[in-house]
């Protein structure tokens, strides 16, 4: 059992600025990579960012040098910085976690409820 809840969702104008928050609790002992999808109405669910309990990341290249995910020391909180946000970022984000990158990157076996995101231009 792994519970995850996102934070930090909102609106903001285009070229903002959020922060997500994703808290893990519950059996984490298994968990070995987490990270952050979105979808958004009409397009294909997408994996934003994944972090993997050694620190290696990974973005998708329509974030890369704008999206930054990073966790806290004791990896039961990462965390989206998202800066110079576009229209086009506006989606439901979802906080993911799964044993292994391999697994995160096919769906995950754990998932938050999502927050989200809105940039208006």
Request: hydrophobic content about 35%.
């Amino acid at each position: 059992q792994v519970q995850l809840v996102e934070s930090g969702g909102g609106l903001v104008q285009a070229g903002g600025s959020l922060r997500l928050s994703c808290v893990a609790s519950g059996s984490f002992f298994s968990v070995g990579a987490m990270g952050w999808y979105r979808q958004a109405p009409g397009k294909r669910r997408e994996l934003v960012a994944l972090i993997t309990s050694d620190g290696i990341t990974d973005y998708l290249d329509s974030v890369k040098g704008r999206f930054t995910i990073f966790r806290a020391n004791a990896w039961h909180t990462v965390y989206l910085q998202m800066d110079s946000l576009k229209p086009e970022d506006t989606a439901v984000y979802y906080c993911a976690a799964d044993p292994t990158p391999y697994g995160l990157r096919n769906g995950g076996d754990y998932w938050g409820q999502g927050t989200q995101v809105t940039v208006s231009s």
